[in-house]
Nanobody
Framework: QVQLVESGGGLVQAGGSLRLSCAASRSTFRLNTAGWYRQAPGTQRELVAEMFSSGNTNYADSVKGRFTISRDNAKTLYLQMNSLKPEDTAVYYC????????????WGQGTQVTVSS
């Protein structure tokens, strides 16, 4: 079992920045795929950014050039969000998964990001 706890959400004006953090209960980010997802009211949860065990990253087109996913050790994942837009408003979730095991799939509780215009 892995527990994931997100933090760093809040209210920010359009054009501002936030940095989200995801702390894992054990060292695992470098061994698996770690990602950030978001869900706005009335919409499906969508991928924002992900980092593979190799260090390679993948971003949604809507955030390319504005958001950066990173990890500073095996237990903490970040999402730096710059030039925020009102349409970025959502609950942001951290996810940990493995390409080798469907059962290895963990989510955090989410953190709210609200961008005012």
């Amino acid at each position: 079992q892995v527990q994931l706890v997100e933090s760093g959400g809040g209210l920010v004006q359009a054009g501002g920045s936030l940095r989200l953090s995801c702390a894992a209960s054990r060292s695992t980010f470098r061994l698996n795929t770690a990602g950030w997802y978001r869900q706005a009211p009335g919409t499906q949860r969508e991928l924002v950014a992900e980092m593979f065990s190799s260090g390679n990253t993948n971003y949604a087109d809507s955030v390319k050039g504005r958001f950066t996913i990173s990890r500073d050790n095996a237990k903490t994942l970040y999402l730096q969000m710059n030039s925020l837009k009102p349409e970025d408003t959502a609950v942001y979730y951290c996810r940990l998964s493995s390409p080798w095991s469907r059962e290895f799939n963990y989510w955090g509780q989410g953190t709210q990001v609200t961008v005012s215009s």
